[in-house]
């Protein structure tokens, strides 16, 4: 069975500061993977996706991940964050490049201080 | 071009009742997929409909079903409440080979 394990369950940095998002997965296959964000009261936004090729990824909003298989991680990352980026952060595996049947992490949520 | 929408976005229910929930999916797409989020359990996955066919079920006991309808919309129902079931319900819609579902904004439902 999939998995996947975000480690951090909350997390602070300052505003301007460079930020990194942990993600681990467990998965027999070719893993498809996805980084969502939810904000207070809404629903998740995809942010970025891998299926194959190119293991950097650049997503929207500023946010790039890389998936390293040999590590079972895709770590989200921001150079430079700003305060409203404050939001909990997702990330999952699906079955298939449909996106569909999703398997989430527990969250990461992100404060940022000015 | 309007998002998933989900009704009603707040729901009290007392346990044993039954409780239908309803999304619209963004205009084309025809796959709606529904998950339920709980501070305990976080987010799972409950079953995916695409052309009114379930394709996909997640780990979930036969109190929580769905259905789709020809026009793409999907309702789920829930019978027998109980208070477990209290949680943040999440529609998700997908145009076909995208691999990116459009989340609807939620149905809170709280079980007393």
């Known amino acids: 069975a999939q998995s996947v394990t975000q480690p951090d369950i909350h997390i602070t940095v300052s505003e301007g500061a460079s930020l990194e998002l942990r993600c681990n997965y467990s998965?027999?296959?070719?893993?498809?993977l996805f980084w969502y964000v939810q904000s207070p009261g809404q629903g998740l936004q995809l942010l970025l996706k891998?299926?194959?090729?190119?293991?950097l990824v650049q997503g929207i909003k500023g946010f790039e991940a890389e998936f390293k298989r040999s590590q079972s991680s895709f770590n989200l990352r921001k150079p430079s964050v700003h305060w409203s980026d404050a939001a909990e952060y997702f990330c999952?595996?699906?079955?298939?490049?449909?996106?569909?049947?999703?398997?989430f992490g527990t969250g990461t949520r992100l404060t940022i201080i000015p | 071009k309007a998002g998933v929408t989900q009704t009603p976005r707040y729901l009290i229910k007392t346990r044993g009742q039954q409780v239908t929930l309803s999304c619209s999916p963004i205009?084309?797409?025809?796959?709606v997929s529904w998950y339920q989020q709980t501070p305990g359990q976080g987010l799972q996955f409950l079953f995916e409909?695409?052309?009114?066919?379930?394709?996909n079920k997640g780990n979930f006991p036969g109190r929580f079903s769905g259905r789709q309808f020809s026009n793409s919309r999907s309702e789920m129902n829930v019978s027998t409440l109980e208070l477990g079931d209290s949680a943040l319900y999440l529609c998700?819609?997908?145009?076909?080979?995208?691999?990116?579902?459009?989340f609807g904004p939620g149905t809170r439902l709280t079980v007393l």
């Open positions: 999952a595996v699906g079955e298939s490049s449909r996106g569909e049947k999703l398997t």
């Open positions: 998965y027999g296959a070719t893993p498809y």
């Open positions: 891998y299926f194959s090729g190119d293991t």
């Open positions: 205009s084309g797409h025809r796959s």
């Open positions: 409909y695409f052309s009114e066919t379930q394709r």
């Open positions: 998700a819609s997908n145009l076909a080979g995208s691999g990116e579902q459009f």
